[in-house]
């Protein structure tokens, strides 16, 4: 089937047409540019705006001043030849009351008035005595900035008409119109081109954890992405992702030794269930119903047990923990009620104390240990009870330094338990330590004072952790 717009490619992930299938980099590039454009495009005109004003207002001050100034001359009949003006093409002229120019500054003309006699009369009559200021088309220019003021020469009343010329400001304007056109997508290109080397630097370290992740999804294994040094949000979260990572990689590593411990020991248990359907089968007179139920219900005991630790040591560390507090003499105790009893070997149990953890997790540990005390006793156990520890010891034959650590490994079991009924799977021990280290704490072996084994289980107290592995607690 062809693929198409919307079809789902092998790797499971949708195909993004238009905006949002552009990359993190370009689309934070056009976006940031896009709002610069904006942005100084809003500032052009407001500076377009501001200019024209202040400029204008400029403009209205000095055709207000020239037309007062040229107003008093006129009441106190000291009018030059020629009217003052200052600014380029400024036009001053006073007229009488049918409009006729009395005087003019040097760039005017003296017959021509700078307003038509209608244009005039309308501004005389809004004007009144004050100085009016306005844009009107004059003679000389398009348009212009008109002061009109009345006053008296010689006894007959007159006009005073001040014009400054509108071109100046927007000449200026457009020129500045004309650079912020060019300006602005020049200074926009450029911006965005900067941010794009910047946005490209700063996403860097993302690019890099992309690679290191598709690393190891392609080859299926452990790994890690890479860490910044500098302390920043990109570096939490490569040390997030890396304990994520961690932990799929553990939840795999006890998946695959679940299979492999499982695929071994339970052969010989399948074996022997089988063989016993087989003798069964080909000699139905001589194995009775009743005789092969005991022979599988042993085997069947037996796989059931070792199913059960098998499930319990691929579920270690596959959650976080929950610590509350708990007693450990009560686990202790308890420990001590279900464990299978044995005849001619007593169990004390002394002490009191407390400790943070899981108490089924805790107990378990508790009762391991029990267990193990109890197979190879002689005679007596010994549960002594503190806080943040529990000791278990025997009087039994011990074990020899050298096997100390040994026995914590996986279906371990000394030459004196070897046979099933008196060793054991050989994952109590295993079973102890990896669960008393998911809770804070360990567990280690030293000879007792009662001449055997002596197990110190260590776990945290008030938040304190236990002794570090690998450190043996003292006797």
Same mark, same amino acid.
């Given at each position: 089937?062809?693929?198409?717009?919307?079809?789902?490619?092998?790797?499971?992930?949708?195909?993004?047409?238009?905006?949002?299938?552009?990359?993190?980099?370009?689309?934070?590039?056009?976006?940031?540019?896009?709002?610069?454009?904006?942005?100084?495009?809003?500032?052009?005109?407001?500076?377009?705006?501001?200019?024209?004003?202040?400029?204008?207002?400029?403009?209205?001050?000095?055709?207000?001043?020239?037309?007062?100034?040229?107003?008093?001359?006129?009441?106190?009949?000291?009018?030059?030849?020629?009217?003052?003006?200052?600014?380029?093409?400024?036009?001053?002229?006073?007229?009488?009351?049918?409009?006729? &120019?009395?005087?003019?500054?040097?760039? +005017?003309?003296?017959?021509?008035?700078?307003?038509?006699?209608?244009?005039?009369?309308?501004?005389?009559?809004?004007?009144?005595?004050?100085?009016?200021?306005?844009?009107?088309?004059?003679?000389?220019?398009?348009?212009?900035?008109?002061?009109?003021?009345?006053?008296?020469?010689?006894?007959?009343?007159?006009?005073?008409? +001040?014009?400054?010329?509108?071109?100046?400001?927007?000449?200026?304007?457009?020129?500045?119109?004309?650079?912020?056109?060019?300006?602005?997508?020049?200074?926009?290109?450029?911006?965005?081109?900067?941010?794009?080397?910047?946005?490209?630097?700063?996403?860097?370290?993302?690019?890099?954890?992309?690679?290191? +992740?598709?690393?190891?999804?392609?080859?299926?294994?452990?790994?890690?992405?890479? &860490?910044?040094?500098?302390?920043?949000?990109?570096?939490?979260?490569?040390?997030?992702?890396?304990?994520?990572?961690?932990?799929?990689?553990?939840?795999?590593?006890?998946?695959?030794?679940?299979?492999?411990?499982?695929?071994?020991?339970?052969?010989?248990?399948?074996?022997?269930?089988?063989?016993?359907?087989?003798?069964?089968?080909?000699?139905?007179?001589?194995?009775?119903?009743?005789?092969?139920?005991?022979?599988?219900?042993?085997?069947?005991?037996?796989?059931?047990?070792?199913?059960?630790?098998?499930?319990?040591?691929?579920?270690?560390?596959?959650?976080?923990?929950?610590?509350?507090?708990?007693?450990?003499?009560?686990?202790?105790?308890?420990?001590?009620?279900?464990?299978?009893?044995?005849?001619?070997?007593?169990?004390?149990?002394?002490?009191?104390?407390? +400790?943070?953890?899981?108490?089924?997790?805790? =107990?378990?540990?508790?009762?391991?240990?029990?267990?193990?005390?109890?197979?190879?006793?002689?005679?007596?156990?010994?549960?002594?009870?503190?806080?943040?520890?529990?000791?278990?010891?025997?009087?039994?034959?011990?074990?020899?330094?050298?096997?100390?650590?040994?026995?914590?490994?996986?279906?371990?079991?000394?030459?004196?338990?070897?046979?099933?009924?008196?060793?054991?799977?050989?994952? =109590?021990?295993?079973?102890?330590?990896?669960?008393?280290?998911?809770?804070?704490?360990?567990?280690?072996?030293?000879?007792?004072?009662?001449?055997?084994?002596?197990?110190?289980?260590?776990?945290?107290?008030?938040?304190?952790?236990?002794?570090?592995?690998?450190?043996?607690?003292?006797?």
């Amino acid at each position: 089937m062809p693929s198409g717009e919307g079809s789902t490619p092998r790797n499971g992930t949708q195909r993004i047409r238009g905006w949002r299938g552009w990359s993190l980099r370009l689309r934070l590039t056009v976006l940031t540019a896009t709002l610069l454009c904006v942005t100084l495009a809003v500032g052009a005109v407001a500076l377009t705006t501001v200019l024209s004003r202040s400029r204008v207002a400029a403009l209205d001050g000095i055709a207000r001043d020239r037309a007062v100034t040229i107003a008093a001359l006129a009441a106190d009949d000291r009018l030059p030849a020629a009217l003052p003006v200052a600014e380029p093409r400024e036009i001053a002229q006073l007229l009488d009351a049918s409009g006729l &120019v009395i005087a003019s500054s040097p760039n +005017a003309s003296r017959t021509l008035p700078v307003l038509v006699p209608t244009d005039l009369a309308a501004l005389r009559s809004t004007a009144g005595d004050g100085v009016l200021v306005t844009t009107a088309t004059t003679t000389y220019d398009d348009a212009a900035r008109v002061a009109v003021r009345a006053t008296t020469y010689r006894g007959a009343p007159v006009t005073v008409v +001040a014009t400054v010329p509108l071109a100046e400001v927007r000449g200026l304007l457009g020129a500045l119109s004309v650079s912020l056109v060019v300006v602005v997508p020049l200074l926009t290109a450029l911006l965005a081109w900067v941010i794009w080397l910047v946005l490209g630097r700063a996403l860097l370290p993302v690019e890099q954890m992309r690679r290191a +992740a598709a690393q190891v999804a392609r080859s299926g294994g452990p790994g890690s992405l890479p &860490v910044r040094e500098a302390d920043d949000e990109l570096g939490a979260l490569a040390r997030t992702l890396n304990e994520m990572l961690d932990r799929l990689e553990g939840a795999a590593a006890r998946q695959r030794t679940f299979t492999a411990d499982a695929a071994h020991e339970l052969r010989s248990p399948l074996a022997a269930v089988r063989a016993s359907i087989d003798v069964a089968r080909a000699h139905p007179d001589a194995y009775s119903t009743a005789e092969l139920a005991a022979d599988l219900e042993g085997e069947v005991l037996r796989m059931q047990a070792l199913v059960d630790d098998l499930l319990l040591l691929a579920r270690v560390g596959s959650a976080p923990v929950v610590r509350t507090a708990i007693d450990l003499g009560h686990l202790a105790h308890d420990a001590l009620a279900d464990a299978r009893p044995v005849d001619g070997i007593g169990v004390e149990v002394v002490g009191s104390g407390s +400790a943070l953890g899981e108490a089924a997790s805790v =107990g378990r540990v508790v009762r391991n240990l029990v267990d193990n005390a109890l197979r190879h006793a002689s005679s007596r156990v010994l549960v002594t009870v503190d806080d943040g520890s529990v000791t278990v010891e025997d009087d039994g034959r011990g074990v020899p330094e050298p096997d100390r650590e040994r026995v914590f490994e996986r279906f371990v079991r000394l030459d004196e338990a070897r046979e099933r009924d008196a060793g054991g799977s050989g994952l =109590g021990l295993a079973i102890a330590r990896e669960v008393a280290r998911e809770q804070g704490g360990d567990v280690a072996l030293t000879e007792s004072a009662l001449g055997g084994l002596r197990a110190s289980l260590r776990v945290p107290v008030d938040g304190v952790p236990a002794a570090p592995r690998g450190v043996t607690p003292e006797t």
